[in-house]
């Protein structure tokens, strides 16, 4: 698989290695098939932090790392820990969407609920890997949950 980072502008994190390492905590029955990643600043017609492209030969998504903070876009990127909680939460959401499209059994009005819940478990075995977030987990938890509560995050 190959990530394309198109993001334009300094970040304080790589990017393609972050994703990469996100990888670690997805099974290969999930990814089969799946043969690109797209990474840029925005959706310019949308507001949603990511995007599934079910193409029957190159299956792909793309990840729009400003949009994760709108409209303080450039908040979230400049702090790396929530910066990469989101990148990973929409990574593995659209990873959720990629398996459902392998796995044909799943009813089309479950599509978004299961992606967000194949997400969610991800996202918790991933940050728990970060040992500073052990230490400190129930606050930047409750932080995550406040942030997607009070809308810094725009849900697909």
Same mark, same amino acid.
């Given at each position: ?11 304080? =994190? ?18 089969? !098939? ?15 932090? !990511? ?27 400049? =702090? %790396?820990? %929530? !910066? ?11 990873? !959720? ?8 059994? =799943? ?25 500073? =977030? ?23």
């Amino acid at each position: 698989m190959r990530i394309t980072n198109n993001y334009k502008g300094w970040r304080p =994190i790589n990017l393609e290695k972050a994703v990469g390492n996100m990888f670690k905590f997805v099974p290969s029955e999930y990814t089969r !098939g799946l043969r690109k990643i797209y990474i840029y600043n925005r959706d310019p017609e949308k507001k949603m932090p !990511g995007r599934y492209l079910p193409d029957k030969i190159s299956p792909s998504f793309e990840i729009f790392v400003d949009n994760f903070f709108h409209p303080y876009p450039k908040l979230g990127i400049l =702090i %790396p820990c %929530p !910066g990469k909680a989101y990148i990973a939460e929409t990574l593995y959401h659209e990873i !959720g969407h990629h398996y459902q499209q392998l796995n044909k059994q =799943i009813k089309k009005k479950y599509l978004e609920t299961y992606a967000e819940k194949f997400s969610q478990k991800l996202v918790k075995k991933y940050l728990n890997s970060f040992l500073f =977030i052990k230490v400190l987990y129930s606050p930047f938890l409750l932080w995550f949950k406040l942030s997607k509560l009070i809308g810094i995050k725009n849900k697909k």
